[in-house]
């Protein structure tokens, strides 16, 4: 079944947008939030496992006080306030995946609440305020065997991975974002990006959406134009990358607004988002019929940090994000134009990284927003999730600097590098890629290239110099690319002068 | 006098003089238990073969010169509640019929590490759910006075393992009342110890905020020696309280002496009265309490009566506090990980929904599903505040009396519970009576303050045992063992011998 859909504009004219996010951060502690296993993606399925986090009967939870840590600067850095004391609770429900059937999760007392942060979206500054960010468990991870979707519905059988049960979550939720009007899409991009980028200077979590330490859930809601009011809600789940996460909310404006000009009514929903083909479905239905039947996890006593190391805390926040732009553009001496679409790409702190292994601030921004970002853009990926890393970047820069490789060739190292074929240094030589910079093999090729041509050779002789890129295109492909352009029109004009 | 009658201080004292070996004393235990369980059914599970082991490994340190505690190879049995790694252990329900713990609870690993062998594990009602271990799914448990007779519950097994000489000392749980009232109603000695004194790791979850585990013993100074072994803090129980347990022994063995000068103890009104009120007091129970309380006016005490209001609101937070907590704890047994698993019948591809309800439908008891019941309702969104919400601030009006207790009582007693032991199957049918026996225990869980059930006679009606119940503000659990021993001296002079010495003997009824 495809959806109706009404045109961007057309639900602008008619609707105003309520946009609300939950942010799932996983954080990397050494440790699970309340056992000792190790927090590490990647083991053999339920190997990373003790009676605690795979609920047996007995077992008992103790807090991860640097899961604590990591939830209080994460608060701190969104400008939250810090519950002088508050608790777990349990929020109980029946699924495989959770090992307790009950996770242990914060209800009415979450550890941070009241914050905000501002949002650069195209140079505005927006601000998202912040309802609450608390501590949670995560669930076992489910595996459908067979049926064609990988979904529960069809499959022969299912296993269950608790390696990911209890590993700490944040989960960090706006109040509704108002007013964002036709830029809803690109707030709730920015917003989350920007989120990444804060949890990533913190170095709390690896943040990295295509792997799932990062994951949004988008709240949408549309209302008469001009109403003051909030309309029915759907939750869509599933949102992996920041493109998704634009694109996921321009969706279901588009399809709200087809249901409510059909004088529909939006059922309460959860919706899963479907990246490739860029569509939301139904999931289950939510409504007020979930009942969690929470109250205070009586195994585990409360959480009350004291003001004196919330302060101490205060003091190993990183710079505030938007007095961070303004200094890196500075210091790299960015136009205006060019820092927007920087931060819009979401590169900066790529970028950053790649100046600090040694790149210029022009080649760095060179590379990641119009090569890199368009073979980001080609695979359908974020920037940050290409195989590409800052350091890589700024050591192709560096062999371009020192005349090693041309632009060209360091396109083709880039190639290899998507394609995972070793380091920098490792691709050149197994592609052969290094600048010919044999003058004897290379003024031999100049001189070919000039009999050759004999009329664009005259031409250059009379003066118009212009004509010498023919013969420069000449060389370079006798060479297959691997010489100096610059040097290569050098000799060509030295030859014919 | 055989070696299964005496307590387990005389025997760590037999041991250390060199008089018997531990492996001795643990076989005549395990030919005890032989002899007598067909008839009393206080084990689910005897480990012959790992008691023996452990006693060798006993007799081996002591022959070092190096014993591991006190009670380095006085054996012991463990409720089973409480996991331990290789043994069964099913909390007395269906539904864990079959599993193996992999690991050990810090209670059993501390029993382990102080040498004591573990004879096995002793039956309860399921998951700990009732006073008359009538709902085991493995079977009743019997009295050793009147084997018609209930021995309380949930922890019947343990306490009529140890009023059997099955066992010198044993392992309980109370939540309500579980230790406490199986000892009453069984002539032992039972401690709910200071919530959080001893750690709830490896004990199977009835409500978290109310479990406590504890000693069962024939003597005051026997639980204080166990007491002393279990408790004390442990991190992997966040709700272990991080101080160090008081002189426990030290309090025992002065309290033997007989002097209570000084000491003022309060007798809670609304637990002692027989008029009126709920719960039905027997009179023979009433009488032996008020001996036991004019007892402790000759070794000195001063007695004062005090009123605790809220208590008559006990039972009824109790019961929706504590199925509120359980219907969560409860909900892991699912047949997904470990236990009993169902595969509905006449359901074509059942979904993991569809065996998680036929396992919890087989596997678990109508006592189980009934507070599962009750608790999941008063946990529901629109219920919450009225119910599970209202409890709680009956739970706080409760601490508080006990705080104007504590200001002018050093203990507070009562009766431990309303009546001796009633027969096998004669409350199975009214919920409400089997909970009106838990009357003047629950009080205790609510608050988190220790309590001891010690023996106070028999009763003049039935000849049946009665106890009498000591309680301590928090953390001041060498109380209860300088008054429980003063009282159980003055007791044993006045019966002339223990108690369960007047126990009729029990005859053959082999496993």
Known sequence: MTDTLVAFDDVLASYDPALGLEVHVELNTNTKMFCGCPAVFGGEPNTQVCPTCLGLPGAMPVVNAKAIESAIRIGLALNCEIAEWCRFARKNYFYPDMP???????????????????????????????????MEEDTGKSLHVGGATGRIHGADYSLVDYNRAGIPLIEIVTKPILGAGEKAPAVARAYVSQLRDLIVALGVSEARMDQGNLRADVNLSLAPKGSGKLGTRTETKNVNSFRSVERAVRYEMQRHAAILDAGGSILQETRHWHEDTGVTTSGREKSDADDYRYFPEPDLVP??????????????????????????????????????????????????????????????RKWWLSELGRRANDAGLDITDLQVTPVEVATVQALVDNGSLNDKLARQVFDGLLAGEGTPAEIVAARGLAVVSDEGALSAAVDAAIAANPDVADKIRDGKVAAAGALIGAVMKEMRGQADAGRVRELVLEKLS | MSWIRKTAAELADALAAGEVTSVELTQAHLDRIAAVDGAVHAFLHVDAEGALAQAAASDARRAAGAPASALDGVPIAVKDVMVTEGLPTTCGSKILEGWIPPYDATVVTRLREAGLPILGKTNMDEFAMGSSTEHSAYGATHNPWDLDRIPGGSGGGSAAAVAAFEAPLAIGTDTGGSIRQPGAVTGTVGVKPTYG??????????ASSLDQAGPVTRTVLDSALLHEIIGGHDPKDSTSVDQPLPALVEAARLGAGGDLSGLRVGVITELSRHEGGQGGWQPGVMTRFQESVDLLVKAGAEVVEVSCPHFVHALAAYYLILPAEASSNLAKFDAMRYGLRVVPEGIDNPSAEDVMRATRDAGFGDEVKRRIILGTYALSSGYYDAYYGQAQKVRTLISRDFEAAFEKADVLVSPTAPTTAFKLGEKLDDPIAMYLNDLATIPANLAGVPGISVPSGLADEDGLPAGIQILAPALADDRLYRVGAALEAALLEQWGGPLLDKAPTLEGGAR
């Open chain 2, 197 to 206: 004194g001893v750690s709830r790791y490896g004990l199977v979850a009835l």
């Open chain 1, 100 to 134: 307790k059937n009950f996770q242990t999760s914060q209800y009415d007392e979450p550890i941070c609440f009241e914050g905000f942060m501002d949002v650069d979206v195209d140079g505005e500054v927006f601000r998202v305020e912040i309802e609450r960010a608390h």
């Open chain 1, 303 to 364: 959480v009350a940090p004291s003001r004196e190391w919330v302060d101490e805390l205060r003091g190993t926040l990183p710079e505030n994000p938007l007095l961070k732009r303004a200094r890196l553009q500075a210091d790299w001496g960015y136009t205006d134009l060019e820092m927007r679409d920087v931060v819009a790409s979401g590169v900066v702190g790529l970028i950053e990284e790649t100046v600090a292994a040694g790149a210029s601030p022009q080649s760095a």
